[in-house]
C-alpha cells in the first residue's frame, strides 16, 4: 500500500494537491502550521484509497509531499 507524507511545517495551503488527486483523498487539516497556513493531509482511512500515483507530490510547488510505493 502506497504511503503519502505531508511536511505540514512547510505547507501553505495551496490546495493544488487536492485539485490533481484522482481519488479525492487529500484534505485541508483543522490545524494550523507554523506559517499560519491549514496544511494538506490524508487520514489513514483514506489512506488505504491511496494509488501511489504521487500527482499531489508532482504539483506541489514547496516539494513538501512525499510518496512511497
Do not use: Q, Y
Not at 512547510?10 to 506559517?35: A, D, E, H, Q
Amino acid at each position: 500500500m502506497p504511503k503519502v507524507t505531508f511536511r505540514e511545517d512547510r505547507c501553505k495551503g495551496c490546495k493544488l494537491c487536492i485539485s490533481v488527486c484522482p481519488k479525492n483523498i487529500i484534505t485541508m487539516s483543522n490545524k494550523l502550521n507554523i506559517k499560519g497556513h491549514h496544511p494538506a493531509s490524508i487520514t489513514s482511512d483514506n489512506m488505504k484509497d491511496c494509488i501511489g500515483c504521487a500527482s499531489c507530490a508532482i504539483m506541489c510547488p514547496d516539494c513538501v509531499i512525499t510518496v512511497e510505493k
